[in-house]
């Protein structure tokens, strides 16, 4: 009887000392819904863009020429499901002239608004956004246009601070008259700066 009373007494130390291993070890981890998850990164994209515009003045048409150009690019992390993007691009060389019209088709962008990203696959981030804001074009005579961009991209984690933009496509709607469609696909790198 004393032996059974011994055994219960060392099964109920054990059952307490795992209980309280238990909960020192949940103790030194930060739930990733409460951790820290503020953050901004900023980067720099290379662009090739399909304009919508071929220099006729009167229509829309693809252009014979595909537009390059650098771009920029901040992304604010609030949350793992509130982000938000802003990005500009210069799509200045390559650009196609009719004949006898120094004005090209180049355009620039500068756009805003939330990114979504779907899910995290080790050091891989697929996403999708939505950003609207302004068009700028060489054709333009009544200055600028409003654009909504339609896009996603993959974002690949180099290190904890660089992040490489492996492909980013965007499919914009420029408000004119006629509605102009460009789209093109961008990649990049990014610096986490805090």
């Not at 307490?16 to 909960?23: D, H, I, K, P, Q």
């Not at 252009?63 to 901040?74: D, E, I, K, Q």
């Not at 981030?125 to 896009?151: H, R």
């Amino acid at each position: 009887m004393l032996i059974k009373l011994m055994n219960r007494s060392i099964f109920a130390f054990f059952c307490f000392a795992g209980f309280l291993a238990v909960v020192s070890a949940h103790a030194q981890v930060v739930p990733a819904a409460t951790s820290r998850t503020f953050s901004v990164s900023a980067g720099a994209l290379g662009s090739m863009f399909q304009p919508d515009y071929a220099g006729n003045g009167f229509s829309a048409q693809t252009s014979p020429n595909r537009l390059y150009g650098p771009g920029a690019y901040v992304d604010v992390h609030f949350s793992r499901w509130v982000q938000l993007e802003a990005e500009g691009h210069w799509l200045r060389y390559n650009q196609f002239h009719q004949p006898g019209d120094p004005t090209g088709n180049g355009e620039s962008t500068y756009l805003i608004g939330p990114r979504i990203p779907i899910v995290t696959y080790h050091r891989i981030t697929p996403y999708g956004k939505f950003l609207v804001g302004m068009g700028t074009a060489d054709f333009l005579t009544g200055g600028n246009a409003f654009v909504l961009d339609y896009g996603g991209g993959v974002d690949y984690r180099l290190t904890r601070r660089f992040t490489l933009r492996a492909f980013d496509f965007e499919y914009q709607q420029w408000h004119l008259t006629p509605t102009l469609y460009p789209y093109g696909g961008s990649v990049g790198l990014s610096y986490k700066i805090f």
